[in-house]
């Protein structure tokens, strides 16, 4: 007799073997069909981009944000990524069963011929600085089994995303130096759900690399994730040079040395730009901005003051006088500096504005008080004043929920705003009119879950902290971040105000040596969930985990074979097994 478990496990076995992925296109592309015929790929394939040849040219940087350039890039990339990460998915077959995926090389190959690129519209200055919405990122992709492929996109930036699931489709052969897709005929219509896709990286409290931050644009471009946020000057370090005040990086950085010049500044943001990625900048204040009394001290209150919960949410503390003429005219230095050389590659600046706690002021000798109704003008006018600088460099402002929610500053309509204090946030903003980046620490904090970073002398404080979890405990594992729909319940009106998400590493205890295991393959969850959303447009259902998973492994092998370092997804029993192996039905 069959017992009812037997029977609904068999039930799932079946309709997890029918919905095993027919390649994994990540993140999921809106329509996708393929076949099973086996095309091999080498470097004379014929790619033209609007009926201009192309050449292979591994290594090329572009040098201008120039769309021809940019597609080069990008086709010259592509064809790296598939010639020299040489990925061998033997992981994601049965064991020894790689040959029955593998084409034979023994039969009279068919090779794939042309890769044809056409981009229908000409690219703008707003292609290559988009603010959310403002680039069409759309395109369609087809190979037939005959070995002819087509890319069409509006923008170059579409071309870049159909370039990303291209790479997807091919593998290298075990037994040689052959490439191969196995899919052919292949048709994909392709376009993104949210316009904004993000990570948030904060480069101030741990020291990162330009390699670092450059990887970590690799792994975006390959999960179509476009929105860099660098957190980029807190309280505990200023890496950023500013060549009119040399001073502040040379002594507010862990090291003089351990700084961003305005070169690398401008490499990093090309880099991202030729990726389609824009990279933007964060000065985190009134708050979080402690780091500037160690070259200017007349400008912060409460620097480092302890107990420092008394003054901020962590060490050292930090804020700017609220009403000091020398902080605007530090502040009007600054931007006069900084926002010309990143506007040119950027649509946003943000401000910052979050935990600005209300006791620092008291220690201000201009002010004493820690009264919100003395405090909020001061710090309307504040912001008024920085947002005004923003724009008069062509750059939006982007600010944290607490200004205009906590502190009830009225910002300009243009403004976007940051959520990130838990599931009301979004919701709320939105309801007051505000275009939103969910950052909603419930789902998009990557840094959580992991341990206290405080620590704690014997007796109570250790018996209070025990078992030394953080804050926002605990990990958000992939799965929850994939399960987050920044829009699940809002109306439609408030929708339409949320641009997207950003998943935020905060880098108390990360940095160079656990920054991609901590990022990937989470960002990459949430790149799926903003590209596609968590519904299959093909039966109207919600994706399932065993439709997911062995995609989201697959692409894991990928950025592995590109060299970053990614958490894995699952053990290879699981991987290389059927998804249902490694599953609980209940
Ligand atoms: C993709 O194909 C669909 C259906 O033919 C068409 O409506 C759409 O405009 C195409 N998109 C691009 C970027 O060519
Ligand atoms: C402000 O400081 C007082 C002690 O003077 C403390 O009791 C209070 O919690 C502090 N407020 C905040 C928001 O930290
Ligand atoms: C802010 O500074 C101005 C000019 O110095 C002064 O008139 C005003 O009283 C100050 N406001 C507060 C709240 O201290
Ligand atoms: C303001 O300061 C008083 C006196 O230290 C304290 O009791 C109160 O909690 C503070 N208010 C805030 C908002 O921190
Ligand atoms: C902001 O407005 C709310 C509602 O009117 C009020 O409760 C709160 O105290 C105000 N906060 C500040 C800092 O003015
Ligand atoms: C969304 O949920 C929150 C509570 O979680 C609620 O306050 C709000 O009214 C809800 N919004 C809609 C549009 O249902
Ligand atoms: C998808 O799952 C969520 C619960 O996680 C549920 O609220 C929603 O109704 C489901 N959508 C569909 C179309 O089944």
């Not at 292979?56 to 010259?76: A, E, F, L």
């Not at 997207?500 to 949430?526: C, F, K, Q, S, Y």
Request: net charge negative.
């Amino acid at each position: 007799m069959i017992s009812p478990f037997t029977q609904l496990f068999s039930v799932v076995l079946l309709v997890a073997s029918l919905l095993l992925p027919v390649s994994a296109i990540w993140p999921a592309p809106n329509s996708y069909t393929a076949g099973t015929s086996a095309l091999f790929l080498n470097q004379n394939i014929l790619v033209t981009y609007n009926g201009r040849f192309m050449q292979y040219n591994p290594g090329y940087i572009p040098w201008n944000s120039d769309s021809t350039q940019i597609v080069t890039g990008g086709v010259s990339r592509a064809l790296s990524a598939i010639f020299q990460d040489n990925f061998v998915p033997w992981m994601l077959k049965g064991r020894r069963q790689l040959s029955e995926f593998e084409p034979s090389l023994q039969k009279g190959q068919k090779w794939l011929k042309t890769l044809q690129i056409v981009q229908t519209s000409k690219d703008t200055t707003a292609t290559f600085k988009p603010l959310a919405g403002e680039v069409d990122e759309s395109y369609n992709l087809t190979i037939s089994a005959g070995g002819d492929a087509k890319l069409t996109a509006v923008s170059s930036t579409g071309v870049l995303r159909g370039l990303e699931s291209f790479v997807q489709l091919f593998y290298k052969h075990s037994a040689g130096p052959f490439h191969y897709t196995p899919y052919a005929p292949v048709a994909i219509q392709d376009s993104p759900k949210f316009a904004h896709r993000g990570i948030l990286i904060d480069v101030a409290r741990s020291w990162f690399e330009v390699s670092d931050i450059t990887r970590t644009i690799d792994g975006m471009a390959m999960n179509k994730l476009n929105v860099l946020h660098v957190h980029v000057t807190d309280s505990q370090s200023w890496p950023l040079e500013i060549p009119s005040m040399p001073e502040v990086a040379r002594k507010g950085a862990y090291r003089p040395d351990l700084t961003y010049s305005p070169h690398e500044i401008d490499y990093i943001q090309r880099y991202g730009v030729n990726r389609g990625v824009s990279v933007y900048f964060e000065i985190d204040m009134p708050g979080h901005i402690g780091s500037v009394a160690e070259s200017h001290p007349e400008l912060i209150v409460a620097y480092n003051e302890q107990p420092y919960w008394w003054w901020c949410a962590e060490p050292p503390c930090g804020a700017f006088k609220l009403n000091d003429s020398r902080v605007d005219d530090f502040l009007g230095k600054l931007f006069d500096d900084l926002l010309p050389r990143v506007a040119p590659y950027s649509a946003y600046f943000h401000t910052g504005g979050d935990e600005l706690n209300a006791n620092d002021s008291m220690l201000d000798e201009g002010i004493r008080s820690n009264e919100s109704t003395v405090l909020q003008p001061l710090l309307q006018k504040f912001i008024d004043t920085q947002h005004a600088r923003v724009r008069k460099a062509g750059l939006t402002p982007i600010t944290w929920e607490e200004i205009p929610i906590d502190w009830n500053v009225t910002v300009g309509k243009d403004v976007v705003v940051q959520a990130w204090l838990g599931d009301e946030s979004v919701s709320t903003l939105t309801g007051k009119g505000h275009k939103v980046i969910d950052s909603n620490y419930n789902f998009y904090y990557l840094d959580c879950g992991r341990g206290q970073w405080i620590t704690q002398d014997n007796g109570a404080a250790y018996d209070a902290f025990y078992p030394f979890g953080d804050w926002c405990d605990p990990f958000k594992n992939w799965r929850l971040i994939y399960s987050h729909d920044p829009v699940h319940n809002l109306t439609a009106e408030q929708a339409k105000l949320v641009l997207g998400g950003e998943v935020a590493v905060w880098a108390e205890t990360i940095d160079p040596m656990n920054l991609d295991t901590i990022i990937w393959p989470r960002a990459g969850a949430a790149a799926e969930a903003w590209w596609s959303g968590r519904i299959d447009p093909a039966t109207g259902e919600n994706r399932t985990m065993l439709e997911i998973t062995p995609r989201l492994a697959e692409v894991r092998e990928r950025l592995v074979a590109r060299g970053i370092r990614s958490s894995p997804v699952q053990m290879p029993f699981c991987t290389q097994a059927n998804p249902a192996d490694c599953s609980y039905p209940l």
